[in-house]
C-alpha cells in the first residue's frame, strides 16, 4: 500500500476512518482501496501544488456538482484537518449554485449543516 498516500489519508479523514476503511476491504474491494490510496491519496492530494484547505474546498464543490452527496459528510468532517471553514464551505457551495445549479448546492448545503451539526454534538 502506498505509504504516502495512506499518510496523507489518515491525516485528512483521521485514523479512525481509515482503520474502518480497512477492516472492512474485503477480495472485492481490495484493488479498489489501493486504487484510491494510491492515486487519490497518495498522487491528487499529496501533491504540494495547492494547500489542504483549498482542495478540501474544490472536493467538496466537484461532488456537489456532479451529485456525489454520499461522499460529502466525511469530506465535511475532513475539514477540520484540512483547515477548511463554514465559510469556505458556503462559498465553495455558492460555486455549486452558479456553475453547476441550485438544487445541487442546495441539498450540498443541507448536508454540510447535517454533519456541522453532529459534529458540534460530538464535541
Excluded at 80 to 107: K, L, S
Aim: charged fraction near 20%; charge should be neutral; glycine fraction near 6%.
Amino acid at each position: 500500500m502506498d505509504k504516502a498516500g495512506t499518510a496523507i489519508r489518515r491525516a485528512v479523514l483521521g485514523g479512525a476512518h481509515v482503520d474502518k476503511a480497512a477492516a472492512n476491504t474485503t477480495t472485492l474491494d481490495a484493488a479498489f482501496q489501493t486504487l484510491i490510496t494510491t492515486g487519490a491519496w497518495g498522487q491528487v492530494w499529496s501533491s504540494p501544488a495547492i494547500a489542504a484547505r483549498e482542495r478540501s474546498m474544490l472536493t467538496l464543490a466537484l461532488l456537489a456538482a456532479t451529485g456525489n452527496f454520499e461522499e460529502i459528510p466525511m469530506h465535511i468532517r475532513a475539514t477540520r484537518r484540512t483547515g477548511a471553514t463554514e465559510a469556505d464551505i458556503a462559498e465553495a457551495f455558492q460555486h455549486v449554485a452558479i456553475y453547476a445549479g441550485v438544487p445541487r448546492a442546495n441539498h450540498a448545503l443541507k448536508l454540510a449543516k447535517q454533519t456541522l451539526a453532529e459534529m458540534c454534538a460530538d464535541d
